[in-house]
């Protein structure tokens, strides 16, 4: 099918410009003023701004904690990210202990390849190293895995500083990085012994026993073994002032940090975790929420260019899974969805705004995560060659976020009744209509994205 886009605005990190899009076989083949060819089906997208295909590099679909399952599998959850503008999610193909790398991966394929919607690539999750697995890190470049998640906290996932120091240098071998979930699980999980012994059984404690200090002293412990291994690191979903504050001072030390925060981060605070009725329960993720003052800081660093991406870390429960915690808040599966949301959140209250430029957006939502975790320039811009994956944006749309038309399985979401500005009028993954007005188009058309080594720019 041949394509033409007719003017539309261009974005990109760089700038935006009026031009063009000539589309043939998935990809983007011409891009330029005045395109005209006789065969081609024309869309007018005058008044809009187009921007690459989002790219959320922090979902859980399909995921098992062994108390729960996340609500979204990888139709429902890719069908989600669409309707927002996201047409590829980087998910985390997470390691069972005993298993290899290769049987993880195999796992995740098995649960997405001809499931999803939008594309789809793996980081892979490593929650049990030996000598076969660090073997196996060689092998993943081929599969088209070049980066990883290591965690800090939670006991059935949680890594050594020991092992996270020699993920770091095979990794490194590769032209690979490693994202870090950054808590101390020892204080987590004596701050949640604490506060039980005081009869805090509520959602109230949760944020109370995971404090920032835990997240920034992880950080820092983690920037420290990355030194050690000299190799630059990504911290996933960052939350706090503290936090920030380590990975600028490590910056200015000369450490390469690469850093996500979310959109939850940015817009919610820790007085919902007060709520009656174990609403609070919603909005149990970890890092937890924070303050006002924590929220003013992450949005500082997004518009001075210290965060480098805003994922979602998607990870729904259902609200009768969440009641798992009732009586004990630290039985409460942890996260929450995101998703479908992140780019009217961000554009509404980061563009609208005024705090960022729908090319901070492009950046942030698209480019970087392309360039990080080796997409780019095929993913992540609009340029010749690129795979067709686009979205034109409406500007002018005002909503207000409710959970009864999300494309998520989730029966809530923490953005119940915020105003929205802006929406993914028209998505196109590798050229073909996939979601008009809200409606999702096609099926299962996503594909694995194999992704080659990272770009770095810190
Ligand atoms: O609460 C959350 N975010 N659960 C998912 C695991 C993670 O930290 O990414
Ligand atoms: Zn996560």
């Known amino acids: 099918m041949e394509l033409i886009i007719k003017n539309g605005r ?21 891009i330029d003023k005045n395109i005209s060819l006789p065969n081609a089906e024309v869309l007018d997208a005058a008044g809009r701004s187009i921007f690459p295909g989002f790219i959320d590099p922090h979902t859980h679909l399909d995921m098992e904690t062994g108390v729960a399952h996340t609500a979204d599998d990888f139709l429902s959850g890719t069908h989600a990210a669409l309707a927002g503008g996201t047409t590829t999610v980087l998910d985390f193909a997470t390691q069972n202990k005993g298993e290899t790398l290769t049987e993880a991966l195999k796992n995740w394929h098995a649960l997405a390849d001809g499931k999803s919607g939008c594309d789809y690539g793996f980081h892979m999750a490593i929650t049990d190293w030996n000598d076969g697995v660090k073997r196996e890190i060689a092998e993943m470049p081929a599969q088209g895995v070049t980066s990883y998640k290591l965690y800090m906290a939670y006991d059935a996932l949680r890594v050594t500083d020991a092992q996270t120091y020699e993920v770091l240098c095979e990794v490194k071998k590769q032209g690979g990085i490693v994202g870090m979930h950054c808590e101390n699980g020892d204080l987590v999980n004596e701050l949640i012994k604490k506060q039980l012994a005081e009869g805090n059984m509520g959602t109230a404690a949760h944020p ?29 979903h960052l939350s706090s002032q503290a936090g920030l504050e380590v990975v600028l001072r490590a910056r200015r030390a000369g450490r390469k940090v690469y850093v996500e925060t979310c959109p939850q981060y940015l ?4 007085m919902v975790y007060m709520q009656p009725n174990f609403e609070g329960a919603k909005y149990v993720m970890s890092p937890p929420l924070r303050k006002k003052a924590d929220e003013a800081a992450l949005w500082q660093a997004v518009e001075g260019g210290d965060a480098d991406t805003i994922g979602t870390d ?49 950046r942030l939502l698209a480019e970087n995560p392309a360039k990080l975790f080796g997409m780019y320039p095929y ?59 809200g409606e999702i188009l096609i099926e299962n058309g996503g594909r694995y994205v194999k992704r080659g080594a990272c770009r770095f720019w810190r």
């Not at 261009?10 to 011409?30: M, N, P, T, W, Y």
């Not at 010749?384 to 005002?398: H, L, M, N, P, R």
């Not at 494309?407 to 028209?426: L, V």
């Open 379 to 437: 993913k992540g811009a609009l340029a010749e060659g690129a795979d067709a994956d686009i979205v034109i944006w409406d500007g002018d749309y005002t909503g207000r976020v409710t959970a009864k038309t999300q494309h998520s399985r989730c029966d809530f979401t923490p953005y119940e009744g915020f105003e929205i500005c802006g929406r993914a009028e028209i998505v196109l993954l590798h050229g073909q209509m996939a979601v008009r007005a």
């Open 10 to 30: 261009l974005v990109s990190g760089e700038g935006s410009f009026e031009a063009d899009i000539f589309i043939a076989d998935g990809k983007i083949e011409r």
């Open 267 to 270: 817009l919610l605070d820790d």
């Open 208 to 236: 109370l026993s995971r404090p920032d200090t835990v997240e920034a002293e992880a950080i820092n412990r983690y920037i420290a073994i990355a030194e050690l291994a000299d190799c630059p690191v990504n911290i996933v």
């Open 314 to 362: 998607h990870c729904p429960f259902m609200w009768a899974d969440k009641q798992l915690g009732r009586e004990d808040f630290s039985k409460i599966p942890n996260g929450a969805p995101g998703v479908e949301l992140r780019p009217q959140l961000i554009y509404t209250y980061g563009v609208k705004t005024g705090r960022i430029t729908e090319e901070d957006m492009c």
